[in-house]
């Protein structure tokens, strides 16, 4: 098996140990939210209060000493608030840019289905184009521009469910998860006097992570790879219980996605078994079932096991 250059390796690893240090027994979600943001996707998490969900996206931006902001998502918050405005310069006599939140590297959008649709929809040209336009100018964000987002199933109360193509804008939707009982005893020790993410200090730059965004690109894949991705893309537009099926922008993840977890393994190829393991995360918050599989109890997680079940895997 050859081995790609061990540069991006080593910054990656160096990443995910280092936000381990703040988030006990949640390798596989570092994992999947390392891979998505080196990937140039956005992530969707989506858990109960208390889960560790901002304390992640903070301690990923300490360990590459990228620029953070939070934004809490609110009824009565404006997209004006988020993007930014045009204010009179006194001064000067004239108009000038005043940059909102989302001019940063990492932001972190807490309880997006807080904010109605017209906000919510502010993020949708930073996510997809990573510039945003105001009153015909357009602005460039930083080529690291990555939005994690947060929502709580438990409060359905003044909320606004994100639409479809607002879903289709991140690459991953994942959830975090309680901790097991060791770990968690664990985490009240940790915290007893204060919290290890103050502790935490960077052990990259955005340079770094600029190579290994580089790296990604040479690692290969096989036909055969490209048209089992088509295959289990193709079965979700097409299954009965399933009124709205994977986009190819969902295709584009599940490739791009797969020769990041690639990298991240240490591998110059992508397998079969990279693609599996971010099915899920990548295709689930995108299908939308019919009303009569609703009705019956199904899940998208359940019908894209099913999908996946009948799906030939090519040899690895």
């Not at 000038?96 to 590297?105: E, H, Y």
């Not at 649709?117 to 945003?132: D, F, H, N, V």
């Amino acid at each position: 098996m050859l081995m790609v250059m061990s540069e991006p390796v080593k910054v990656i690893d160096s990443i995910a140990r280092n936000v381990k240090k703040a988030i006990l027994g949640k390798d596989e979600q570092i994992q999947l939210v390392l891979c998505c943001w080196l990937s140039g996707g956005h992530v969707l998490i989506e858990d109960s209060p208390g889960t560790g969900k901002t304390i992640l996206a903070r301690a990923i931006a300490k360990s590459c000493a990228t620029q953070f902001k939070r934004v809490q998502f609110t009824p009565d918050l404006l997209p004006s608030d988020i993007i930014g405005s045009y204010i009179l310069n006194q001064k000067e006599n004239k108009f000038q840019f005043i940059p909102g939140p989302l001019f940063t590297t990492i932001l972190l959008a807490d309880e997006i289905n807080r904010a109605t649709p017209r906000t919510q929809s502010a993020l949708l040209e930073s996510m997809a184009e990573g510039q945003i336009t105001v009153e015909g100018n357009s602005f460039p964000l930083n080529p690291l521009f990555f939005v994690m987002a947060t929502q709580n199933p438990i409060e359905q109360h003044g909320t606004f469910p994100l639409p479809e193509a607002q879903l289709d804008r991140f690459m991953m939707k994942i959830s975090m998860g309680y901790p097991k009982p060791d770990e968690e005893i664990q985490v009240v020790k940790d915290q007893n006097k204060s919290h290890p993410i103050n502790d935490l200090a960077a052990v990259e730059i955005e340079e770094d992570l600029r190579g290994v965004r580089l790296a990604i690109s040479n690692v290969a894949v096989n036909d055969k790879v490209y048209e089992y991705v088509m295959d289990l893309v193709g079965a979700t537009r097409r299954h009965p219980d399933i009124q709205l099926g994977a986009s190819s922008r969902a295709t584009i993840a599940l490739i791009r996605g797969a020769q990041t977890l690639a990298l991240m393994q240490g591998q110059d190829f992508v397998s079969p078994s990279h693609v599996y393991k971010l099915l899920g995360p990548i295709l689930t918050h995108r299908l939308m079932l019919t009303p009569e599989a609703r009705i019956s109890g199904k899940t998208a997680a359940a019908v894209l096991e099913s999908i996946i079940k009948e799906s030939r895997v090519p040899l690895e």
